[in-house]
């Protein structure tokens, strides 16, 4: 798995590729977890992403959790292979997440305020 | 903080390992990144751990607990380091084999944890499993966190529920559920629509614990088709959910998956009661394989003859020791799991009666695990509902052990109801009890301890108890022997499918009679899945082993058969609006409000008076709404005149008090829209007096 950051019009834009799995769930998460920050905008870059584990649906859970207490800050994820998205769905994680087909219209949405 | 028992003591062939803690029992991932073993066997005298990657042939470790590890007779180890999320473990264990003494030990057999969470092997429903497996059943490792959003049990009083048995698969297995991925978790979750409709508000699963549905499989010499066990009641494990039921079981990921469900029923006032086989397992007799217990200790796990052979009170060939005290704390850590973990409303336990042997199978006067289940903390609030009998023959309706806290499926509710309504002489009697919650059965218990139901998984379903005197259970490879003979069914006059209008009529009118007097009746009723639209397994009685059309819900039927989906909902919505129907207390016989009337009064033909002399299928009872929960509710006056006598009778009715006046909410002699009226919109009768109800009739009306 590898995590690359990059920066659009003030929103930090992660981009997840490989495997987000028990093994790479500790990278991901100390890579991700100091960008949430006060007024932080992410997306979340999925495009790449080929499988998402019970493990890796926890850390997705946990940033969004994280964000909640965060003041200002949002998220969302964009690109989610449709595979991973059936996973989200019948395991009931993906309630929790907002989802956009491409990271523009991801970006246009944060910067909107989702 | 770091601890300073973090670290490993030793290392064995690359792996780190430290001594384990032996409590809880199985495998629990540890802060500090190890997993702890932990598995219990008194006769063992060694134990190696097995390690294999998700899915492949080989393992890829054999780690032997060392002596010093083992605490009393468990084995404790934790090994650091591994990948859980793609480790499948088991154990190896050694020890005497003498089939006399009990030992049934086996180093070469690889042996699935008592306590897996998760279970592998089975992941996808149906799909042939390799035969040649060294290990089919697989314990793996589970993060177990889950966020339940502040859910927990309904914990609706039991006087309040209608409990909805189904089948996880059957639900929504048929192509025409319409649901993205059928036959699963997921799957019910897509329908919790259609029953917030149809108004229940319990859902009762039939076993959804890790089994094997290609146990026993074989090809129907009369279809072709593989015959499966469909239904489920034989445990591999009984901690772990079954990976087959849910869409995302080739993930790994039933747990949230189930646990998803459970949630979102509950947000939809939803209640969840798992069907829980605790009386044997999948392991069969002597014949049959090495999964676990038999190879970890079998004389523990499972009660034994002097000889050494399995007693059988299950029916399946063993009989799960639950009075051994190991077994006893299996079974209640299991169930607060299930309480706890995910978070499940109740219990119905399959054949109730063996928890109540002990390890000789006698039975007991206070068994200790029932009692334990009725004080137990965390369970304090979950529903206990028994099957009061086994195969042994146990047969303990109304005298099963309680404490107050049991109730029991009301196998007298079914059989003295059935024998009324298809018009038996001398059935009134029984039934003046079984509509009040069966006094005669629960006089000191109440009438929560009575789940009344007319039919159950097991047996034929509503439309073939009236389109069926014999059992067709052909199709089954059994030459039409399995399955009960002991129907009282009426099949109103043709064996099963006909085009006959009147039939067909009568027929309706016969499921709508029944499904009328259970939510009339005291106590809690349980609808089968599929009734409420007609469903028919062909005659079929006993369809533990069809995974086909027989046994899937037809989603069409609602459109065949909208009239009684009509009846269905609308007798729901009644029961459900009308707190005189529904109290755990149990009817006096006499007016203790003051309001002139006695809080149920029985009526003939003539007003105040029955005169059964003649034994006809004919009774009607008057509830005063004054007295709705003993009194401390109000609510209309209801009235049932049952009529399940071939010819028409013509009935005085009881004068209501003065303010009110009769209105008729049911009447299933006439076709719809006339057959039942939405609540609050009941019509009004001309005749106050008198009433003919017709025959094979129910009549309902309110007072208001």
Same mark, same amino acid.
């Given at each position: ?44 870059? $999925? ?29 969302? $994820? ?37 | ?12 062939? %690359? ?70 999320? *793609?480790?499948?473990?088991? &154990? ?88 993205? @991925? ?54 591999v494990g009984f901690f772990a959910p079954?990976?087959? &039921? ?45 999964? #676990? /217990?038999?190879?970890? *200790?079998?004389k523990t796990y499972y009660m034994l003859?002097?000889?050494? /052979? &399995? ?46 042997? *002990? ?16 004080? *137990? ?7 206990l509902i028994a099957e009061a009998w086994?195969? !042994?023959?146990? &047969? ?54 009575? =789940? ?19 059992? @067709? ?65 062909? %005659? ?42 529904? #109290? ?33 299928? =004919? ?10 929960? !003993? ?18 009778? #013509? ?54």
């Amino acid at each position: 798995m590898e995590v690359k950051i990059t920066t659009s019009d003030g929103v930090t834009i992660v981009e997840i590729s490989g495997n987000l799995d028990a093994n790479t769930v500790p990278q991901a998460e100390s890579e991700i977890m100091p960008l949430i920050v006060p007024k932080c905008l992410l997306v979340l870059d $999925m495009g790449k992403c080929q499988y998402v584990s019970s493990a890796g649906l926890r850390i997705l859970l946990t940033i969004t959790k994280r964000l909640k207490t965060t003041e200002g800050g949002q998220w969302c $994820m964009a690109g989610v292979p449709q595979e991973i998205m059936d996973v989200m769905e019948m395991t009931g994680f993906s309630r929790f997440f907002k989802t956009f087909d491409t990271v523009s219209a991801a970006v246009k949405a944060i910067q909107e305020g989702v | 903080m770091i601890r300073i028992d973090a670290n490993p003591t030793r290392e064995y062939n %690359g792996f780190d390992l430290r001594a384990g803690k032996p409590l809880p029992f199985g495998a629990t991932l540890l802060a500090d990144g190890g997993v702890n073993f932990s598995v219990y066997s008194r006769f063992a005298t060694a134990c190696e751990l097995v390690l294999f990657k998700k899915h492949e042939a080989q393992p890829f470790a054999i780690i032997p607990f060392p002596d010093e590890f083992r605490i009393g007779n468990v084995f404790t180890m934790v090994v650091f380091d591994l990948d859980f999320e *793609d480790t499948e473990y088991g &154990y190896r264990m050694d020890g005497p084999f003498n089939l006399e003494e009990g030992h049934w030990f086996d180093r070469t057999k690889i042996l699935m944890d008592p306590y897996a969470k998760v279970i592998g092997g089975r992941d996808v429903w149906g799909k042939i499993p390799d035969w040649d497996n060294i290990y089919p059943h697989r314990a793996r490792i589970f993060f177990d966190d889950f966020d339940w959003e502040d859910d927990r049990p309904l914990e609706i009083p039991l006087e309040d529920i209608i409990v909805y048995e189904m089948h996880v698969r059957g639900f929504t297995q048929h192509t025409s559920s319409g649901v993205k @991925h059928p036959g699963t978790f997921m799957g019910i979750r897509e329908k919790i629509p259609y029953l917030k409709e149809l108004g229940v508000n319990c859902v009762e699963l039939l076993p959804i614990h890790e089994f094997d549905e290609f146990e026993n499989s074989r090809i129907s010499p009369i279809t072709g088709e593989r015959l499966v066990n469909y239904w489920g009641y034989s445990n591999v494990g009984f901690f772990a959910p079954k990976a087959g &039921y849910a869409a995302s079981g080739k993930f790994g990921m039933q747990i949230d998956e189930f646990k998803a469900l459970v949630r979102d029923l509950h947000k939809n006032g939803i209640e969840v009661i798992l069907d829980v086989v605790f009386n044997h397992t999948a392991e069969g007799n002597e014949n049959g394989p090495y999964i #676990s /217990y038999r190879g970890i *200790d079998n004389k523990t796990y499972y009660m034994l003859t002097p000889d050494g /052979y &399995y007693y059988n009170f299950s029916g399946c060939g063993n009989t799960l020791n639950c009075n051994n005290p190991i077994v006893r704390n299996m079974i209640l850590d299991c169930l607060r799991c299930w309480a706890a973990d995910y978070h499940i409303d109740g219990f119905r336990f399959d054949l109730a009666s063996i928890l109540g042997r *002990d390890q000789n199978g006698a039975p007991m006067n206070s068994p200790p695990l029932l009692e334990t289940l009725a004080f *137990d903390p965390v369970l304090g609030k979950c529903k206990l509902i028994a099957e009061a009998w086994d195969a !042994g023959g146990l &047969y303990q309706v109304g005298v099963f052990p309680s404490w107050g806290r049991w109730a029991e499926w009301n196998g007298k509710y079914r059989d003295d109801l059935r024998k009324f309504l298809k018009g038996d002489y001398g059935t009134v009697n029984a039934m003046i009890q079984r509509l009040q919650g069966s006094p005669d059965l629960y006089q000191w218990r109440g009438t929560n301890a009575s =789940v009344n139901f007319i039919t159950a998984h097991d047996g034929f379903t509503l439309m073939d108890m009236v389109s069926y005197n014999e059992k @067709h259970n052909e199709a089954n490879g059994e030459g039409n022997s399995d399955g009960s003979d002991d129907n009282e069914s009426w099949n109103c006059g043709w064996e099963g499918p006909t085009e006959d209008v009147e039939i067909n009529r009568l027929r309706k009118k016969q499921i709508k009679n029944a499904a009328a007097i259970l939510l009339v009746s005291r106590g809690m009723p349980m609808i089968l899945a599929g009734d409420e639209m007609g469903k028919t397994q062909l %005659g079929n009685n006993n369809a533990y082993c069809q995974d086909n059309e027989i046994s899937w819900i037809d989603w069409t039927l609602l459109d065949t058969n909208a009239e009684i989906f009509n009846f269905y909902k609308k007798m729901i919505a009644f029961h459900n609006s009308h707190p005189v129907l529904r #109290s755990n207390r149990h009817f006096q016989n006499i007016d203790y409000m003051g309001s002139g009337y006695p809080d149920i009064s029985w009526h003939g033909n003539k007003a105040w008076n029955v005169d059964d002399s003649n034994g006809e299928p =004919v009774i009607a009872f008057l509830l005063c709404g004054l007295h709705a929960r !003993g009194g401390t509710s109000k609510d209309d006056y209801v009235y049932v005149a049952m009529n399940m006598h071939w010819e028409p009778h #013509s009935w005085e009715l009881p004068k209501p008090p003065e303010s009110l006046s009769w209105h008729v909410f049911a009447n299933t002699d006439k076709l719809p829209p006339e057959d039942i009226w939405e609540v609050g919109q009941e019509v009004m009768i001309e005749n106050q007096s008198e009433f003919i109800v017709g025959p094979r009739s129910i009549v309902i009306l309110i007072g208001k």
